[in-house]
């Protein structure tokens, strides 16, 4: 059998220079690439060496009219680990967001949070 590796996810946000911003300062990730991208749009590529987020705003951005986790095909959450959880937490809500649905699991604990664009971001920390 092969082994397989994700490598990149990529979804449509209102500001592509914004929020990867935010995701470099919260996750201390690094602009891999960034440059025009579908019909006039921008995209950037978010994340580490071996994995990262390709961030897309379109030319003309229309708005989201709701989360359906319901909707076949829909985003639920992105989920991220970090070694320390606090310093992740205190970095999301510095930029004023509300972290919520804090939990302790085997073998982790998390919490989540919702950007600006609606996208749902659950931090999890197996330390």
Request: hydrophobic fraction near 35%; include cysteine.
């Given at each position: 059998m092969t082994q397989s590796t994700l490598e990149h996810?990529?979804?449509?946000?209102?500001d592509a220079t914004a929020t990867a911003k935010w995701l470099c300062d919260v996750f201390g990730w690094k602009i891999r690439?960034?440059?025009?991208?579908?019909?006039?749009?921008?995209?950037?590529?978010?994340?580490?060496?071996?994995?990262y987020l390709a961030i897309y705003t379109p030319k003309e951005v229309r708005a989201?009219?709701?989360i359906h986790k319901d909707r076949v095909g829909s985003l639920n959450h992105v989920g991220?680990?970090?070694?320390?959880?606090?310093?992740?937490?205190?970095?999301?809500k510095a930029l004023g967001y509300v972290?919520?649905?804090?939990a302790d699991y085997e073998p982790g604990h998390r919490f989540y949070?919702?950007?600006e664009n609606g996208i749902e971001f659950e931090v999890v920390s197996y330390r």
């Amino acid at each position: 059998m092969t082994q397989s590796t994700l490598e990149h996810v990529n979804f449509t946000v209102n500001d592509a220079t914004a929020t990867a911003k935010w995701l470099c300062d919260v996750f201390g990730w690094k602009i891999r690439w960034q440059g025009p991208a579908l019909n006039g749009g921008l995209s950037i590529h978010v994340g580490t060496d071996d994995a990262y987020l390709a961030i897309y705003t379109p030319k003309e951005v229309r708005a989201r009219d709701g989360i359906h986790k319901d909707r076949v095909g829909s985003l639920n959450h992105v989920g991220v680990t970090v070694d320390d959880l606090d310093a992740a937490e205190a970095k999301v809500k510095a930029l004023g967001y509300v972290p919520y649905n804090h939990a302790d699991y085997e073998p982790g604990h998390r919490f989540y949070f919702d950007d600006e664009n609606g996208i749902e971001f659950e931090v999890v920390s197996y330390r």
